[in-house]
């Protein structure tokens, strides 16, 4: 067969359907794109609080084995502060949890936890540990005296 157009009329007919067929799809694309842009952000908003609840699991169970037996199962808090108490979770920020955490209160028996300061935990288990008390925050009970439990 000779280089040139073709005359074969199936050839026309053929590469026509697949020309029909790209057009098609790529109007459809056109049309999906502002569906895409109207999913997006609350797909990406589903993501982070389903990031942020699997990261309070965690620190949750690492609160019970570190934790709790001072604070309480569920930070109500016993021979130490109470610390699911709407007082304390307003007025303190995840970085100040998470030093508190890290460095302890020298001279109380609350220890330093960070591996850095000689504790058992990784930052990131620290970040778990303030993520569960934040997710606390919610239906934390108003708890004036939450210092002496
Ligand atoms: C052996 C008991 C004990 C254990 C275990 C313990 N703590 Fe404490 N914690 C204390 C005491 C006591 C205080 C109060 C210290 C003070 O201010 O005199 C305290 C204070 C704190 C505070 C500061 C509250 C404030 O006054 O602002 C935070 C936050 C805290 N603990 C978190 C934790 C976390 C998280 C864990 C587990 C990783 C933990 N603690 C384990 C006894 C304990």
Not at 93 to 98: G, L, M, P, V
Not at 124 to 139: G, M, N, P, V, W
Request: aromatic share 8%; with cysteine; glycine share 8%.
């Amino acid at each position: 067969m000779a280089y040139g157009y073709s005359t074969d009329p199936e050839l026309d007919r053929s590469t026509n359907r697949v020309m029909t067929l790209g057009a098609v799809l790529l109007l459809a694309m056109a049309a999906a794109f502002p569906l895409y842009l109207a999913y997006e952000p609350s797909a990406r908003e589903d993501a982070r609080a389903e990031q942020l609840s699997s990261l309070a699991h965690e620190g949750e169970s690492i609160w019970a084995f570190n934790c709790a037996s001072c604070h309480g199962d569920d930070g109500e808090g016993g021979s130490a502060p109470a610390l699911n108490a709407k007082q304390f979770l307003q007025s303190a920020t995840d970085e100040q949890i998470q030093l508190l955490i890290a460095v302890g209160v020298p001279g109380s028996a609350m220890g330093a936890y960070s591996q850095d300061f000689g504790g058992p935990l990784t930052s990131e288990q620290i970040k778990a540990i303030s993520t569960f008390l934040r997710s606390l925050e919610d239906e934390a009970p108003d708890f004036p005296n939450w210092r002496n439990p």
